[in-house]
């Protein structure tokens, strides 16, 4: 796979919502036009990914890692654009890493995520 398990394209669109002032359901209907909209390979193997992932949410109990959890651990490594850097990796300079602009964005970024973990069955129909 040359892109990212969510491509550029994916996580362009997915940054466009803004889970703070939709519902939940609208949020769900969004998402699943965009995994709608990917290739058939990526979005299988996101299915897989985030079927995983909720069996994971599900062991809460024993692991401490709830879906808010794991979508805090993921979303930086899932909502991040693909781009190779024009100079070679600096470890103090790390913007290109993360591309958050905002805490409030990350914040929406982990909501996606978790949205997604919690929805997983119905983003794939």
């Keep these: 796979m040359p892109e990212p398990l969510l491509t550029t394209a994916c996580v362009k669109r997915l940054k466009k919502l803004n889970?703070?002032?939709?519902?939940?359901?609208?949020?769900?209907?969004?998402?699943?036009?965009?995994f709608?909209?990917?290739?058939?390979s990526y979005r299988e193997a996101s299915r897989v990914?985030?079927?995983?992932?909720?069996v994971c949410?599900?062991?809460e109990c024993r692991t401490k890692m709830g879906a808010n959890n794991l979508?805090?651990?993921f979303a930086p490594i899932?909502?991040?654009?693909?781009?190779i850097p024009s100079k070679p990796?600096?470890?103090?300079?790390?913007?290109?890493?993360?591309?958050?602009?905002?805490?409030?964005?990350m914040k929406d970024q982990i909501t996606l995520i978790?949205?997604?973990i919690d929805n997983h069955l119905d983003l794939f129909i």
């Design 19 to 34: 889970p703070r002032y939709m519902e939940e359901e609208e949020v769900v209907s969004q998402i699943q036009n965009i």
């Design 36 to 40: 709608h909209s990917m290739p058939e």
């Design 49 to 54: 990914v985030f079927d995983f992932l909720s």
């Design 57 to 59: 949410a599900d062991q």
């Design 71 to 73: 979508a805090t651990v």
């Design 78 to 83: 899932f909502m991040r654009e693909f781009h």
């Design 89 to 105: 990796f600096n470890v103090i300079d790390d913007s290109a890493l993360m591309g958050v602009r905002s805490l409030e964005e």
């Design 114 to 116: 978790r949205i997604m």
